[in-house]
């Protein structure tokens, strides 16, 4: 293991237990230990995000670069690439991650030409591919950076460009062939620039149907190459556009049934962009898993006080337990993993703090899998659940939901059985219920 940039920390952060007050160990992440026969690591597969985590550089729309890191200091751009996935891979290998994420201009810098992008893509893969041989280290996903590149301002699959369209979709090629290269096991859409600013220059209708066909390309050609990694679309609903079409998970799913791509597609969702559409996490989990499409996560938090996307770490063992009891109750996630699509504050500017950043966001994780396990385990909130729906089970419940009565024998029912005894949800009780887990 290299310890070229990363010198505080001199070998893979150990697991210590919970009494540890080593702030570079784990608390509870321990990645070969069962919970419900399962070690940590497969139910979690945690990933690293490289936009974040390597080519963040502090900056925010007040000000530029926050701190400098030394694998950004060579001068050739190729150079450069290079020694920052060399940073990137004694990274994961001192956390202990299995996975990373990319976009194809976070590992590659994009040329002058669409050509010269391509060919710089090619050599930074080859150099993945070496390093992901030497370390065991997988590419849980790879995506295209359609956003970023002043020609996307108006959209890239939604561009009215036609040549930007192609441009964008030409870019997408490149990107899943060098998922395909890398054994990536998903491959990601997140439309940035894919919504509108205003509608008085906009025909919604007409970048729609762009959009589906931009995706079928990619599905077709996914088909042509024999990559089997699952295509996952990422709901957020504006930043940076005003709207984005993929707003939130039911929107998301509702655009992909009626463009006939329900089948090829599931859901990657991250927790701010939930926040950011009025939901919770969990809420935007739940809606994914109950139509069979919760794929992957990206794990990160918003700060309930800003509108923005501010992607933190996750530190709530509360909303992570919730979380997790979604992705448990789906067995969890295949081919999917939890990406943490987060970054450490301006602030925080010493390359060591990507490690405290990390290691938080586990253990929040290993913590939350933990209670989750156990709180399904022991019916803690399903067996008060299935209660409250149990009369649906037999009588005028199961003569409803079976179609075997209509309106006017539920009516006639009605008025021989008076009106309804109500029944408490206990709220308060099932909180006090959550709560005594977590203490
Ligand atoms: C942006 C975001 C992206 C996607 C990948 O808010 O979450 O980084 O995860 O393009
Ligand atoms: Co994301």
Redesign the pocket.
């Known amino acids: 293991m290299n310890n070229k940039y990363f010198s505080e920390v001199r070998a893979a952060i150990p697991f210590e237990g919970k009494d540890s007050k080593n702030p570079l160990a784990f608390k509870y992440y321990n990645k070969d230990q069962k919970v419900g026969g399962k070690a940590m690591a497969e139910h979690l597969r945690f990933s690293v995000a490289y ?1 974040h985590t390597m080519m963040g550089k502090g900056a925010d729309i007040f000000g530029g670069p926050g701190f400098e890191r030394d694998w950004h200091k060579a001068s050739d751009p190729i150079q450069r690439a290079k020694d920052t996935m060399d940073a990137a891979f004694e990274f994961f290998q001192k956390l202990g991650v299995e996975y990373y994420c990319f ?1 194809d201009r976070d590992i590659a810098p994009e040329g002058d030409t669409f050509s010269k992008s391509c060919k710089n893509l090619e050599v930074l893969v080859e150099y993945a591919k070496k390093w992901q041989k030497e370390t065991g280290i997988k590419l849980l996903w790879g ?1 295209a950076n359609l956003f970023g590149s002043a020609i996307y301002a108006q959209g890239a699959g939604t561009n009215p460009n036609a040549h930007v369209m192609a441009t964008a979709a030409a870019q997408i090629k490149n990107a899943i062939d060098a998922t395909y290269e890398l054994g990536g096991e998903n491959y ?1 859409f ?1 439309g ?1 620039r894919e919504g509108y600013e205003t509608l008085i220059n906009t025909d919604m209708k007409k970048e729609q149907e762009q959009m589906a066909r931009f995706l079928k390309m990619a599905v077709d050609y996914k088909k042509k190459i024999g990559f089997k990694g699952q295509f996952l679309i ?1 709901p ?1 609903p504006a930043e940076p556009m005003k709207h984005q079409y993929d707003s939130d998970a039911a929107t998301t799913l509702n655009f992909l049934r009626a463009y006939d791509l329900i089948n090829d597609f599931k859901l990657n969702i ?1 927790a701010n ?1 939930a926040t950011l559409a009025g939901n919770t996490f969990e809420h935007e989990l739940a809606v994914a898993s109950i139509a069979g499409k919760l794929g992957s996560v ?1 794990a990160n938090r918003g700060d309930l006080l800003l509108g923005w ?1 501010t992607d933190q770490f996750p530190n709530s063992i509360y909303e992570i337990t919730l979380a997790m009891m979604v992705i448990l109750n789906q067995n969890g996630l295949g081919s999917g993993g939890l990406n943490f ?1 987060a970054k450490v504050r301006r602030s925080s500017s010493d390359p060591v703090d990507l490690f405290y950043a990390h290691i938080g966001g586990m253990d929040t994780f290993a913590r939350g899998l933990m209670i989750a396990h156990k709180m399904i385990k022991d019916k803690a909130l399903s067996s008060f659940i299935e209660e409250r729906y149990s009369s649906f089970k037999s009588g005028i419940g199961a003569d409803i939901m079976s179609g075997k009565v209509g309106l006017e024998e539920v009516e006639k029912w009605v008025l021989k059985a008076g009106n309804p005894v109500l029944k408490s949800g206990r709220q308060e009780m099932l909180e006090n219920i959550i709560n005594s887990y977590l203490y």
């Open positions: 936009w976009h995506t990601v997140w940035g990422e957020k991250e962009h990206d996307d699509d």
